[in-house]
């Protein structure tokens, strides 16, 4: 299926682009918020990559990745403010 | 009130389905500016007082700006009074006013949309 | 090719065009609170588009009320962390871009952009 290797494609673009801005800041808040898009960009191959491999429990994957990166960034939002509310 | 949760079905998806057709235009903005050089916002912070909405309201109205192309909310601040207000930050609005207009057109329409009882 | 799979590959293809956007934004743009408005944006839209897209390219019921479920989740959870960044990132200290109106945050009653 083309149309899924050019989106795959794309979404690979985000992630590099996420890494690329983790690793060049500047500031923390760029680092965080990069590692956001980091996480959506591995859910949204997640999702393609199982359609294309048509793997049962793709979905569920999703679901618990979609949650883990909800974790992710409100942790990460929080160790921001160096553990304060 | 009967009537109003008898139409809630279609109030809401009238409303979400408005929300859809403001997420598209507003990604027109944000679209004009990343291809070319990404530095053509006029970003501001405004302020959308609330009034004395719960935090349901100001949960679902948090997500919808910023599910919004363009629109960020960067918090909420409580007055002493008990009256509260989101702390916006918007990037393609011309100035203040309509950006607070635009605010104030998505919170009555959530309100609209959404609710049993309209304000309270 | 029916409709559904026609549907499916649009779907798939924009949400991918999402993500490039918010990269292009990520890259592009002058300060942290712009880029968390892309990312934030386009973390909920895009990976809606990829995953509706996906099932309705290997339509069933069960991977269908799963995706449900998970793009009502993802919406909710980008926007929410999205804010919790932005307002972590004011809470911090972290600059606007020079020429941000910032005026709404100095007000009396906002000490600091806390809370």
Known sequence: ?85 | MILRALTLPIRAVVFLLWFAGQVVLSSAAVLADVLVSGRRSTPRVVRLDLADAGDHHVTALGVLVTLTPGTLVLGVVEQPGGTRSVLVHSMYHRDETTAVADLRDLDDRLVRGLTLGGRP | ?115
């Open chain 3, 1 to 115: 090719m029916n409709a559904a799979e026609l549907a499916g590959q649009v779907l798939v293809l924009l949400g991918a065009a999402v993500f490039v956007v918010a990269a292009l934004g990520l890259r592009r743009f002058r300060d942290p609170y712009m880029r968390i408005s892309a990312v934030a944006t386009a973390g909920g839209l895009g990976v809606a588009c990829v995953t509706v897209g996906a099932v309705l390219l290997d339509p069933s019921v069960a991977s269908a009320a799963k995706v449900a479920v998970a793009v009502v989740l993802q919406l909710l959870t980008s926007a929410v962390g999205g804010i919790a960044i932005a307002r972590a990132a004011v809470g911090s200290g972290h600059r606007f871009a020079p020429g941000t109106d910032t005026r709404a945050l100095d007000a009396p009653d906002s000490p600091d952009g806390e809370e």
């Open chain 1, 1 to 85: 299926m083309i149309v899924i290797d050019i989106a795959v494609a794309g979404l690979a673009v985000a992630f590099l682009v996420a890494a690329w801005r983790v690793v060049a800041g500047p500031t923390p808040a760029d680092r965080v918020v990069a590692a956001d898009l980091l996480t959506f960009s591995l859910i949204g191959l997640v999702a393609l990559v199982g359609t294309r491999l048509a793997r049962a429990g793709t979905f569920d994957l999703v679901i618990v990745a979609t949650l883990v990166a909800f974790l992710a960034a409100v942790s990460l939002a929080r160790a921001l403010t160096g553990g304060h509310r």
